[in-house]
């Protein structure tokens, strides 16, 4: 199974602030690496797939980079509601496999 | 608008079946391309992929649990219906079910909200 890392697991940031998590696979996924926000109770929500692609309806300070075997989310001012939990998912083999989350929380 | 809605019990013992049925709206399993997978997420721990069932019922399951998962589909009643066997303790997590973007590798793009599963005694 290809493993995913990613990192930090949790962090503190303010709104306003550019935020950065990274997912790196345990082997090259090309770009076949999906991001989603997830908050307590609710449906999971795509935001950005194929690396870098931007899901429809998503704000556009979310945007994605990486190829290979590491990859990069940033939001680029953030916002009150986007206070979550961030997953990785690789959709490069089965089976499909999720990076362990990274929670941003308010500081 | 697409929409997915996973229902089942919320408490099952160990040894016995977890039947989950997902009914969806805002799209067809009989659409070329379409899917919907599967996937749970035990409290504190990452999600895990379960299984995954095609439009043309080719059907993909988590090599870990293969030999306990079986996914159909009920195109008519527009639903998805997962069964896991032998449930233990370990088994208890969030089970969401989710639409596959069409074309390409799986990318769930619109997701249920999940129903908790406990496995207890």
């Known amino acids: 199974d290809i493993q995913m890392a990613q990192s930090p697991s949790s962090l503190s940031a303010s709104v306003g602030d550019r935020v950065t998590i990274t997912c790196r696979a345990s082997?090259?996924?090309?770009?076949?690496l999906n991001w989603y926000q997830h908050k307590p109770g609710k449906a999971p929500k795509l935001l950005i797939y194929a690396a870098s692609s931007l899901h429809s309806g998503v704000p556009s300070r979310f945007s994605g980079s990486g190829s290979g075997t590491d990859f990069t989310l940033t939001i680029s001012g953030l916002q009150p509601e986007d206070f979550a939990t961030y997953y990785c998912?690789?959709?490069?083999?089965?089976?499909?496999?999720f990076g362990g989350g990274t929670k941003v929380e308010i500081k | 608008q697409i929409t997915l809605k996973e229902s089942g019990p919320t408490l099952v013992k160990p040894t016995q079946t977890l039947t989950l049925t997902c009914t969806f709206s805002g799209f067809s399993l009989s659409t070329s391309g379409v899917g919907v997978g599967w996937i749970r997420q035990p409290p504190g721990k990452a999600p895990e992929w379960l299984a995954l069932i095609y439009w043309n019922d080719d059907k993909r399951y988590s090599p870990s649990l293969k030999s306990r998962l079986t996914i159909t589909k009920d195109t008519s009643k527009n639903q998805v219906v997962l069964t896991l066997t032998n449930m233990d303790p370990v088994d208890s997590a969030t089970y969401y079910c989710?639409?596959?973007?069409?074309?390409?590798?799986?990318?769930?793009?619109?997701w249920g909200q999940g129903t908790l599963v406990t496995v207890s005694s």
């Open positions: 082997q090259n996924i090309i770009s076949y």
């Open positions: 998912q690789q959709s490069y083999t089965m089976p499909l496999t």
């Open positions: 989710a639409h596959r973007l069409g074309g390409g590798s799986p990318i769930f793009d619109y």
